[in-house]
Each structure stands twice: as structure tokens, then as C-alpha cells.
């Protein structure tokens, strides 16, 4: 098995006939999604998504994957082919737009329909769209792609098989194997096999639920689960989901109007999300049951059915405002159903939690995942994937999509189903596998780090900047001026001290204030001059009687001023 190694340098030269791949993010963590597959100097891109931050990262709105690698090669991206309509998929797509606009963009009728009104708000409206479904194959320069149905938690999802001269790759996208599934369309297993026939040299394979054993539970069989809920709840419900998950607001929808029940949606992109899926017939709704929220609100409590963003406990979505009292008019009331229709994205179990307390403290009933099955993964378990594994019998295999414990449980099943050691290829971001002859290989690392999106900023936060903004939180700051006369070197005024996050009292720091000043004398006595060697001595000074009289650290801003 291959291992990224920090010691990796930079990759040599591809060599000829040769394709190269590198994942410039989803190695490793779930979201930021996008691969590069080089091969005769042209470049293919499939999928281009976000990660949506976690609470060490404050003040981020988004991570995007890195565009440096490829940043002054970007006439040779022949496409960029999104397999799904899922933010993790698609969400950074504007961003790599704006470096080139028009990268034509290829999927399916429902992705790119979502992917369209955030072209829009980034005003880019010049774009370039080919629209593919399962069964089609389209060729971009060397790159010959035939598309595959997959079935996942969002409808028109798709692997696909690209053919270039260094052989097949098949990437699956995300995926699992409901043969139940609630819109009739299942993975294409047939396909598989007949690429595996004809021979798959490299197979990216979804890693996400690769530690699960057995089968992902059908998503139909939440459909009577959510009956009941409907049935025993006398008030209002809200069912919360992600605003792409079509197949659970149908299934919301169906079980409020057996119910007697109207809907409203709440949530920007619920309402944009679910008319797009509506309009092009993946939503079925039926005549009379949907209703504006506001409208809704006139209704007896036990008509009612909100169906809302913020599953995740996203600070700013909808159920989230409604668990901290200030949505515009949602106001929940003791004894409403409140369902998280959901799975938790991992680092989001603190942000779910604060949720779920704050629904329950103000009298919510809260059925979610933990206590009653109104959720299942749209991601293949293990069975799954040593079925595919067996189906497609490939050469070599490459884990995607998932945490580096997923990646290598999905490695061990494709070693338990005969593919050697040695082909099975464990990668994370940034790390440059190479196809050559047949066989896939480690070649080197490419520099790929997260890049922040901060309001209008966009890769102008940094690490530094979020150790900054964690301190500032969890520590405070304090600031201290002092007032050096700069004939006599003297100090002439303060030491005059504040903080925000530390202590209410500036009386605490009455103690310190002598030994500023002791300090700067010394300093001054044995020539130092410099403001900032000065600032640097106050610094010292105050951080070691922080820690030693608070055990606490806090960001300290000294400031010299010559007078």
C-alpha cells in the first residue's frame, strides 16, 4: 500500500502516455471535493466543492479547495463535470469561474440547475453548459467520458467513466446501492460490470461509509416513520433537512398531506431549491398543499408543517433562528415536533447539540436520527462497496471522498476482494498519483492548503489570522501604552492598560504596571531604543505575570509612543 509522506517533493515531469490525478481537496475530509486528471498536457476537473467551517475556524464562511496547483494552467482545463448537485460538489464552482469563466461545465439536468442561480449572484452569467445524462458519452479533447447512474441522497446523480490513452479511470462520485430507492432509479450495476469488462484501470470509490457494516437501510422506509410522527404530534411540525435533499421533502410533503396538513418552506434555499426540483418534475406537489409561510401561520397549530433548513445547526439558517427565538416569524410553541432529517456532517456535533438543546428547552418534542430512523446515508456501506468491488474488479484502487479512517477501511475492503496491496493507493490532498502502464503510483506533492472565505475576502485569511481570532475568543486581549521621552529616554506616561475578554477591573493590572516600567528602564539603560524591541519587552513582561498570577493567554498589543 502507498502512503503520503510529508518528505514528498514535487512531482517530475508526467511521463508519456502517462495520466496523472490529484485531489485538491476531499482526501481526507468530507466536502471540498475536486480532482485534476491530467493526460497529454490537458486537464479535466471533476467535481468543485466546498467545506463548510467548523468552530476553529471563526469569522469563516467557506473553505475552498486550492486552485494554486493549477492556477496558471487554466487554459488547459478542457471541462469541469460535476457529478452531483450537492454543496460539497459544486459549491466552489463560482470561485473557479471567476478565474476562468468559461471552463464549460458538464452534469445532469438537476445539477446544474442548481448550480445556476449561484453563477448568477456571482454575476456570471457567460457560461458554458452541456448537460449529460446517464448512457450519454461526450469527449473533451483526450478526455472520453461516459456517464452512469448512481443513486445518492439527492436525485440525477452520476459516476463517470473517462477513457483517456493511459486507460479507464471510473470514479463513482457519491453513491450507494438502494434498490428501493423512492424515484426508481438505481445505480447501474450493469454498467459497471460492462466497464469492468472491458477493463477499469483506476477506481475512485466513494470512502464515506466504508466503516459501516452491512447495507445502507432503504430510504423508504423512513416514509412510515415520518407517518407516525405526523400521527402522534396534536401541533406544529417542522421537518428539518438540507435544502437539496429532494426525496425527504417528498416524503415530508406525503406524509402532510395524508395528514391533513400545509406546508410552507423556510429557508432561502429551501424555497429556491425545492422550485427548481418542482419545475423540472423531481418534486411532486401536490395541487393545493403548499402554502407561504406567513400564510401558514394563520392556520390551527395541527394544520401546520414547516420543512426548513439548518439540520447542521448552521448559526444563520432557519431552524437555528427559530431555536434562538429571533426568526422574523416562525416562533415555536411547547409541544411542536421538530424532526431533524439528517445525519451529522462531522465537526458539526457541538453546533447540532446547542440546537437540539435549544428546541427542547423551549418545549419542542425533537425526533432526529439519535432516537427514531427519519434519516439514512446516502453514501454505499461497506457490502456495497465489496459488491462493486467485485463487479468491477479493478487494477487499482484510489479511496475518495472521506476521512483518512474511511479512506483506509475502504482500502482494506478492496484488498479483501483480491486487488493487491500495491495497487491500492492511499492519497490525501495535494498528493500526485500517477497511471503509467497500468499501474498507479505515488509521483510526488503539490502545495494545497485550505483557502478561507471571509465576507468579500477570499484567500486573505490565514492560519496565522484564525490563531489570532481563536485567541481574541477563548482569551481576550489586553492593550498597554506607555510614553517614552524621547531626550531623556525616560518613561513619561503610563503604563495605561485595557482589556476586553479578561478582566471588567483595570485595577487588576496595578500590580504589573511597576515592573512595565522597571523593565523598560533596564531596557533603556542597556541601549535599547528601538519601539519595537521596547514593545517587545512589554510583551514579555505582561504575558509571563498573565500566566503566572491567571494562567491564562491572552493577545497583548503593547504600543510605544515617543514623545
Not at 409561510?293 to 437555528?320: C, D, F, H, N, Y
Not at 468491477?392 to 479512506?407: A, L, Q, S, W
Not at 490525501?428 to 502545495?447: N, R
Not at 484564525?466 to 521621552?485: A, N, T
Request: net charge negative.
Amino acid at each position: 500500500m502507498s502512503h503520503p509522506h510529508p518528505e514528498l517533493t514535487a512531482p517530475g515531469p508526467l511521463p508519456d502516455g502517462g495520466l496523472r490525478i490529484v485531489a485538491l481537496g476531499g482526501l481526507g475530509e468530507v466536502g471540498r471535493n475536486m480532482t485534476v486528471f491530467e493526460y497529454d498536457g490537458r486537464l479535466l476537473i471533476v467535481d468543485c466543492g466546498v467545506l463548510f467551517p467548523e468552530e476553529h475556524h471563526p469569522g469563516v464562511d467557506l473553505i475552498l479547495p486550492d486552485f494554486e496547483a493549477i492556477r496558471d494552467r487554466l487554459d488547459a482545463v478542457e471541462a469541469l463535470v460535476l457529478t452531483h448537485g450537492h454543496e460539497d460538489h459544486i459549491g466552489a464552482t463560482p470561485y473557479l469561474l471567476r478565474e476562468r469563466g468559461d471552463i464549460p461545465l458538464v452534469g445532469s439536468e438537476l445539477t446544474l440547475a442548481l448550480l445556476d442561480p449561484k453563477l448568477r449572484e456571482h454575476r456570471l452569467r457567460e457560461t458554458v453548459h452541456h448537460k449529460v445524462r446517464e448512457g450519454d458519452r461526450i469527449s473533451f479533447g483526450p478526455f472520453d467520458l461516459e456517464f452512469v447512474a448512481v443513486n445518492h441522497s439527492i436525485p440525477d446523480a452520476l459516476a463517470v467513466a473517462i477513457r483517456t490513452g493511459a486507460g479507464m479511470v471510473l470514479h463513482t462520485g457519491d453513491f450507494k446501492m438502494d434498490q428501493l430507492p423512492l424515484d426508481g432509479r438505481i445505480t447501474d450495476l450493469r454498467a459497471f460490470s460492462r466497464l469492468g469488462e472491458e477493463g477499469v484501470d483506476l477506481f475512485l470509490t466513494d470512502s464515506t461509509n466504508a466503516e459501516v457494516p452491512g447495507f445502507t437501510t432503504h430510504e423508504k422506509d423512513i416514509g412510515p416513520v415520518l407517518d407516525r410522527v405526523f400521527h402522534k404530534s396534536e401541533k406544529r411540525v417542522i421537518v428539518a433537512c438540507f435544502a437539496s435533499h429532494v426525496h425527504r421533502v417528498q416524503q415530508a410533503l406525503d406524509a402532510a398531506v395524508a395528514h391533513k396538513r400545509k406546508v410552507a418552506y423556510v429557508g432561502r434555499s429551501m424555497v429556491r431549491n425545492m422550485q427548481i426540483a418542482k419545475e423540472l418534475g423531481y418534486l411532486r406537489v401536490p395541487a393545493g398543499v403548499l402554502v407561504d409561510a406567513k400564510e401558514l401561520a394563520e392556520l390551527a397549530p395541527e394544520r401546520q408543517v414547516l420543512i426548513s433548513t439548518g439540520s447542521q445547526g448552521e448559526p444563520m439558517s432557519a431552524l437555528s433562528r427559530i431555536a434562538q427565538r429571533n426568526h422574523s416569524f416562525v416562533h415555536l410553541e411547547e409541544g411542536d415536533t421538530v424532526v431533524l432529517a439528517s445525519s451529522l456532517i462531522p465537526g458539526n456535533e457541538n453546533a447540532v447539540f446547542r440546537v437540539i438543546n435549544g428546541l427542547s428547552r423551549l418545549g419542542a418534542n425533537v425526533v432526529h436520527k439519535g432516537n427514531a430512523l427519519v434519516h439514512v446515508s446516502g453514501h454505499a456501506s461497506a457490502g456495497e462497496l465489496l459488491y462493486c468491488y467485485n463487479i468491477v474488479k479493478p487494477r487499482n484502487v484510489m479511496p475518495v471522498h472521506g476521512e483518512i479512517r474511511h479512506m483506509h477501511a475502504n482500502a482494506a475492503l478492496a484488498r479483501a476482494t483480491g486487488v493487491p496491496a500495491a495497487n491500492v493507493v492511499i492519497a490525501e490532498d495535494g498528493v500526485v498519483v500517477d497511471l503509467v502502464d497500468g499501474v498507479a503510483s505515488i509521483a510526488g506533492k503539490v502545495a494545497c492548503g485550505y483557502v478561507f472565505v471571509d465576507g468579500t475576502s477570499i484567500g486573505g485569511i490565514t492560519e496565522a489570522s484564525l490563531k489570532d481570532r481563536r485567541i481574541l475568543g477563548e482569551e481576550g486581549f489586553i492593550s498597554v501604552i506607555v510614553v517614552v521621552d524621547s531626550v531623556t529616554g525616560k518613561v513619561s506616561g503610563g503604563p495605561e492598560i485595557h482589556a476586553r475578554g479578561f478582566a471588567e477591573d483595570d485595577a487588576t493590572f496595578d500590580e504589573v504596571k511597576p515592573v512595565i516600567v522597571d523593565a523598560l528602564d533596564r531596557a533603556i539603560a542597556d541601549g535599547v531604543t528601538d519601539s519595537y524591541q521596547l514593545q517587545q519587552t512589554i510583551r514579555r513582561v505582561v504575558g509571563r505575570w498573565v500566566s503566572k498570577a491567571h494562567r491564562r493567554r491572552p493577545m497583548i498589543i503593547p504600543v510605544v509612543v515617543e514623545a
